[in-house]
């Protein structure tokens, strides 16, 4: 029993990272219906960015502070760029070809990070706090123990905080009203005065703030980074915000946890090398049985 | 099923439901063969989700609907699909075009003669002399089709550079290149003028008699409905408020409130010169 | 009328021969190097599996990024079926091929049943799959280190070179004709039915799923045998080989030179394949030559090289003549001038 929450812990640890990246798939995806491959890279681009402060700042509380800080300033301005460049002169195009572009600005940013001098192919170690693993005896399982440790706290409440942020923003912000106007109608919110460029250059932010504090996060779980860290976490992101129900917020959030405890359970109890496949036979079942996912709607074409 | 004298489609109480709400309620039709019945009404009434029902697009949520097929046998065609529909004699027009653009116009109606195909993947590959016959044939079909709506010389232009009137006319002939027994109209007058309004009107009643049609057509124009249609149906939010002889209909105060469009007041004072009045607004 | 078609199909056939006959000779006379026969016939496996990408994309109009995932199959397949059931290369890879249209069958039920970009995703997920799937099968695969193929095309020093450039080159010619040949027809025009309006295919008879099956199953084809003939060429595969990096390249050659033309996404896949060795130099640098084509392609010309017109040989052969009056007319006035 002790096993199994704590690869409920577990499961809850990873699937909070996976909800922080799905948000902004969802989010981009809601707003201007398009997939955004390059959202994995840009949370890798994060955790380098967190990787350069903790080296020179030290692997201490107030360092993981300035390098989350950090990442998700980086984040904005490098999604604010690609935005700029490669999807808004798009944005009337064929879907395929936004589909397309995205993908290439995926690759180019693997690929950049590649040839950087000061990052290169090889994977790095992330420096981390000394883990201490807090148990709990509960009264409800006498003989069980719920242990988690520090580093789990750390992802866990960061990113219930940042998913509370958000869910102000959106919902009681008048930021976050335009958001949503403009994903219900873009021409409709334009004609009400919304800037259209603005509100989606601002979701775009938003997605990547969070991607930059998942990677953090992600790299302090996981402290082997390397330029192509990003896609398999990305992937399985888009996974979690599908079966939660892509352009639904909550969905992430729900699919994000959903898809961490059900690929750490996996690993535990069935086979820890197919957990990835299993995680991408989820997509694929989800897509064929209830292609909104859990929290979305179904929309009719009109013929 | 016995053939019943000379029924081609029956549509008995069908009904559809998009999520929560009723779009047609309780719509009967009983189309016999030749006949030219029009489908009118408002804008939203409906017409246009009765013939997705009719063509297999939607399913109804209600009723039957039941063809006697160009192979005589009376099938019950609920669940039909879209393409089943066509094999078994049913071809439309689509309210806003649907051509395949940037295939040539030849190909556009080739593609409705696929299902007739004599040729197995094998003559295709290896281009054997069953393949050259079989496109022969394919060919001389598709030219006579576009010869009779003389848009024959554009032949190998692509079909969305034609202009938008005769891009109607190629979808009516791409329909019929499918050797339909019924044959859906949706708005096939929409956009043109009047002189290519009185030409469609001529072409509709050739292929009737040249091709064996029955035909149910979707109109605004009051011109082409009067003038061509046998009798006509009246939808206003999804339910039929009137049908009858289009002289009937006019005078009808039910379908006169739910407004026969602008040219009812043309209409009116055309038809007071005329013999059938349409003055008295009495009860039916 | 006879001639014409005659003629018709005489033209590109001719060229068609040449193309793998005259580079077979001079390579084996050692005209051309070993080295520059090798990036052509690696180009001729990279063009087979463009017009795979080709046919699903640019021609059924699904957007599939998981082609990868089929030739590796092919690529596995042609190993176990010669190594382990001791079947003759030449039929093994027509067999892989098959192997891989069967998977391409069964993967094709739930993946066509979907639209866009969710298709695209799920592509990418089996493309996933087969990999994780090939890296963890080690008793069969050879694991994630890869398998060893003796049966190459190059066991021969003195013939190797030329009959690995027939093989690929061949089949690559015959997949074009018969590709060719097979959409030139009423199949072909259903498949582009479905591509430009499946409403209306579908209300003219013409089943949208099947036809969507059908150039599915056609590209995973394609695919398994690009995958097969690569084996014997290279000697050592990779599950790698199934990989999303791998797909793209393949999506990049058909977006470059035309999503809907074969011949260009040919052109496409030589052409990179050769500037990929030129600018060996570049380093890892090189990396970053694709994905930024592939953005000024989307960015300034979305339709690529052909957009879906092919490259008519005829119509070459017929603009001979009046690109001969240019040249002769230009000379002539070059030499009154000069007077």
Known sequence: MDTFLKQLVNGLSLGSIYALIALGYTMVYGIVKLINFAHGDVMMVGAYTGYFVLRAMGATPLGLAVAFIAAMVVCSLLSLLIERCAYRPLRNAPRLNSLITAIAVELILQNTMRVLPFVGPDPRQFPTMATKVFTLNTASFPNGIISISNIQLVVIISSAVLMVVLNYVINYTKTGKAMRAVSYDMGAASLMGISVNRTIAFTFVIGSILAGAGGVLYATAYPQIDPVMGYIPGLKAFVAAVLGGIGSVPGAMLGGVILGIAETMTKAYLSSQYADAISYCILIVILLVKPAGLLGKKTNIKV | ?284 | ?339
Not at chain 2, 254 to 268: H, N, R, T
């Open chain 2, 1 to 284: 099923m016995e053939k019943e004298d000379d029924l081609v489609l029956r549509a008995k109480d069908i009904s559809i439901v998009f999520g929560g709400l009723k779009a047609v309620t309780d719509f009967s039709l009983d189309l016999h063969e030749g006949e030219l019945v029009g489908l009118i009404g408002p804008n939203g009434a409906g017409k246009t989700t009765i013939f997705n029902m009719l063509s297999g697009i939607y399913k109804p949520t209600d009723g039957v609907v039941t063809f006697c097929g160009r192979d005589d046998k009376i099938r019950v065609i609920n669940k039909k699909s879209p393409a089943e529909l066509n094999k078994l004699g049913i071809a439309r027009t689509f309210q806003n075009i649907r051509l395949f653009g940037s295939l040539t116009v030849g190909d556009n109606v080739k593609i409705a003669l696929h299902q007739s195909r004599n040729v197995s993947s094998f003559d295709v590959l290896f281009r054997t002399f069953k393949f050259r016959k079989d496109e022969n044939l394919m060919t001389e079909k598709t030219e006579h089709l576009l010869e009779i709506f003389h848009i024959l010389d554009k032949k190998n232009e692509l079909a969305r550079n034609l202009p938008y009137g005769e891009q109607r006319k190629l979808e009516i002939v791409r329909a019929l290149a499918s050797n339909p027994k019924l044959l859906l109209l949706d708005e096939p007058a929409a956009g043109m003028n009047e002189q290519e309004t009185v030409e469609l009107m001529e072409l509709i009643r050739f292929i009737r008699k040249e091709f064996n049609l029955t035909i149910l057509l979707i109109e605004h124009d009051m011109h082409l409905v009067m003038g061509i249609c046998e009798r006509l149906m009246v939808l206003d939010y999804g339910r039929v408020i009137a049908s009858g002889l289009p002289n009937e209909i006019q005078s009808n105060p039910a379908v006169i409130k739910a407004y026969l469009g602008s040219d009812y007041e043309k209409m009116v004072s055309d038809s007071t010169e005329g013999s059938s009045g349409a003055k008295e607004g009495g009860a039916e």
């Open chain 3, 1 to 339: 009328m006879k001639n014409k078609i005659l003629r018709n199909m005489l033209i590109p056939g001719v060229v068609g021969v040449l193309c793998v006959v005259v580079p077979a000779v001079l390579i084996q006379l050692r005209v051309i190097n070993g080295y520059t026969a090798q990036i052509l016939t690696l180009a001729g496996v990279n063009a087979i599996m463009a017009i795979s990408v080709n046919v699903i994309c640019g021609i059924t109009g699904q957007l599939s990024l998981g082609q990868a995932g089929f030739q590796a199959l092919g690529a596995y397949g042609v190993i176990l079926l010669t190594a382990n059931c001791h079947i003759p290369l030449g039929v093994s890879i027509v067999l892989a091929g098959l192997i891989a249209a069967f998977f391409g069958f069964l993967i094709g039920f739930p993946t066509l049943k979907l639209e866009g970009d969710y298709l695209a995703i799920v592509t990418l997920a089996f493309g996933e799959i087969i990999r994780v799937v090939l890296v963890n099968l080690k008793g069969i695969t050879g694991g994630p280190n890869g398998k060893q193929f003796s049966t190459v095309f190059t066991t021969s020093l003195t013939y190797g070179a030329m009959i690995s450039y027939v093989a690929i080159i061949g089949s690559l010619v015959l997949i074009i004709v018969l590709l060719q040949n097979f959409l030139r027809s009423t199949y072909g025009r259903a498949i582009l039915a479905v591509r430009e309006d499946e409403i209306a295919a579908n209300s003219n008879g013409v089943g949208v799923f099947k036809y969507k099956m059908v150039g599915f199953v056609i590209a995973s084809f394609i695919a398994g045998i690009a995958g097969a003939l690569y084996a014997p060429f290279i000697g050592f595969i990779k599950p790698d080989l199934a990989s999303f990096n791998n797909s793209i390249n393949a999506l990049i050659y058909v977006v470059l030179g035309g999503m809907g033309s074969v011949t260009g996404s040919v052109i496409a896949a030589f052409v990179l394949t050769e500037l990929q060795e030129v600018l060996r130099f570049l380093k890892d640098y090189r990396l970053l030559i694709y994905p930024v084509i592939l953005i000024l392609v989307m960015l300034f010309r979305p339709q690529g090289l052909l957009g879906t017109k092919e490259l008519s040989f005829v119509k070459c052969w017929d603009g001979i003549p009046g690109l001969w009056k240019k040249i002769t007319g230009k000379l002539k006035k070059n030499n009154t001038e000069a007077k």
